[in-house]
């Protein structure tokens, strides 16, 4: 039986296609002081949830779009792709042990 804070955690787990989508967005529409915002909220929340690797990857995120512009186009690019994989496959492992 899952303990408190697993069960938290997997109710976060379950905003990541939300929180991916949301980054997707912004980023298509070019609304680089949006897509900071949401690095910086999804830094402080993977880190309080013990996702160090996506905690990572979206401090990187926000030090590439420090004032509202992208200082590294290819680097940010690779950030987010990497960024949209850690999200997807952390979301996808809930759902596997889920229906096993």
């Known amino acids: 039986m899952p303990d408190r804070f697993e069960k938290i955690r997997n109710k976060y787990i379950k905003t990541f296609v939300e929180k991916q989508n949301e980054i997707k967005t912004a980023w298509d529409n ?24 996506l905690y990572e990857l979206t401090q990187q995120g926000m030090l590439l779009t420090t004032n509202n512009q992208v200082s590294n186009l290819v680097e940010m690019q690779q950030c987010l792709k990497k960024i ?17």
């Open 30 to 53: 070019k609304d680089i002081a949006h897509v900071h915002d949401l690095m910086h909220k999804l830094t402080g929340s993977s880190g309080g949830y013990g996702f160090d690797e």
């Open 84 to 100: 949209y994989s850690t999200l997807q496959e952390n979301y996808d492992s809930i759902f596997i042990d889920e229906k096993i």
